[in-house]
């Protein structure tokens, strides 16, 4: 049995018939504590759902975690900026009217929650790793425009060559010098 803390617990318990037969797993709660008690690698999975759930995503979107092929990934806003100013940055992410998050979406084939402090990020490992250098990028203050051709080019690399990645890695080496 494993135990998760959830703020949005109110929502876990609503969907909680549905989370139980999807998961394949016991869901109980005591306040914000949430225990989940299933066969290992099921639990593991119910654990990241939840956690998913916790950071914004809808039910729906945290259960494509089901599939072995998606990841879930969290960036704390505070560890890539040393700025005060969260909520500005939070604003470059998000964009007028959504404008910036739903063009990540898309670029990146990733669905993207911002929240308080957090980024969560659902996807596949390839794609998921441009979300967390697009997203990283916008946060340190690179203009959207730079970021989005940066994407726009690498779904053009990946189309024209699916078994090429040197262009990929080409990128990353040249963003740590």
Known sequence: MQEVYIEKFIE????????????EVKIENKGKNIFVDGEGDKEFIALKVLEAIDIGFSIERALLL???????????????????????????????EGKTLRTLKTLTNCAISVTDNQIGIIGDAESIKDAIISVTSLVQGSK??????????QVKNKRLNPTNLKGIKNELESKRK
Not at 68 to 80: A, G, K, P, S, V
Request: glycine letters at 6%; proline letters at 0%.
């Open 12 to 23: 876990v318990l609503k969907n909680k018939t549905k989370l139980e037969k999807e998961l």
């Open 66 to 96: 089901k599939n072995e092929n998606n990841i879930f990934q969290t960036l704390n806003i505070r560890d890539l900026t040393k700025r005060n100013d969260i909520h500005r940055i939070k604003g470059r992410l998000i964009g007028t």
């Open 144 to 153: 959207q425009g730079n970021v989005y051709a940066r994407l726009e080019r």
